[in-house]
């Protein structure tokens, strides 16, 4: 008998990954989707635009550390972006018969580890499902500057794996997305250089990447990781969690070399890594 069970599982199995497979085309609405289609981009959806609010939300206190008068612009701006993304993502999630209002008054996003805590790895700190790097509270200008640098960036490399999305409402709200974030990276770009060349600032520079890389890398997921490939499957999804991991890294350890930065060693804790890599912006 577990042997006819099996055999039975098997040929579900199968089923379902033709199934899935045939939903890697375009989709523009619910009734197009499969169960697991619909289960998979909510998990993603959600990620995401928790990342957004708590994201913005982390960034309003850094408006008011910024050390010149155009920087109160632009960091109000890259706030802005921010709460932007989240609700267009948050809008997304509606459309698709989400309880948005009752998701969102559930938690405090607002919330952040004490700022003594150096490193909780993979380590979850709430209940939302913020990516965990927006469990670390941003409490410097430096800080502020480290984190477009080295989180808008690989926020930047997630999207970028999404921009083809086959669920088309997604993908066409994640174009206007990655430009902006393409303006936080590039924001994060000139403060590290300039902030890396002077003296009197290298050293702190150096070591706000020390805590931002290695929190950073810590977002991307495990490789070969079982959801990640259903993602692949059926077109939310491009590559491997570890392969997004690497390009981001590569393009840090080139700024890095230009700026006069070390890249800190990132240990990998597979053991205690997410299986999900995450689309936040
Ligand atoms: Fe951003
Ligand atoms: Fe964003």
Not at 168 to 173: D, I, Q
Not at 262 to 275: A, M, T, V, Y
């Amino acid at each position: 008998m577990p042997q006819f069970k099996r055999e039975d599982e098997e040929k579900n199995l199968a089923e379902r990954m033709d199934a899935e497979l045939a939903a890697a085309k375009p989709i523009e609405s619910p009734d197009q989707m499969t169960p697991l289609y619909r289960e998979s981009l909510i998990n993603l959806l959600y990620m995401q635009a928790d990342s957004e609010l708590a994201g913005a939300l982390g960034y309003v206190p850094c408006v008011s550390m910024s050390p010149l008068v155009e920087e109160y612009l632009a960091s109000s701006m890259i706030v802005k972006d921010e709460f932007r993304h989240a609700r267009v993502v948050y809008k997304l999630l509606e459309n698709l018969g989400e309880d948005v209002e009752a998701h969102v008054r559930q938690y405090d996003y607002t919330y952040r580890i004490d700022h003594a805590v150096e490193n909780i790895g993979s380590q979850r700190a709430a209940d939302d499902k913020r990516v965990n790097i927006f469990y670390y509270p941003i409490e410097s200008w430096v800080d502020f500057c480290m984190f477009n640098f080295c989180m808008d960036r690989g926020a930047g490399h997630q999207l970028e794996d999404s921009l083809e999305a086959s669920y088309k409402p997604w993908a066409r709200v994640l174009e206007g997305i990655f430009k902006e974030e393409k303006f936080h990276i590039a924001h994060g770009d000139n403060w590290v250089k300039r902030l890396a060349q002077d003296p009197q600032t290298h050293d702190a520079a150096q070591a706000s990447l020390n805590k931002w890389f290695i929190r950073t890398m810590n977002i991307f997921g495990r490789p070969n990781s079982p959801k990640n490939k259903i993602y692949r499957e059926i077109g939310l999804k491009k590559r491997d969690n570890h392969a997004v991991r690497l390009a981001f890294a590569q393009e840090v350890a080139d700024r890095c070399k230009e700026n006069g930065l070390k890249l800190p060693e990132w240990k990998p804790d597979w053991e205690n890594l997410p299986w999900d890599a995450y689309v936040v912006g």
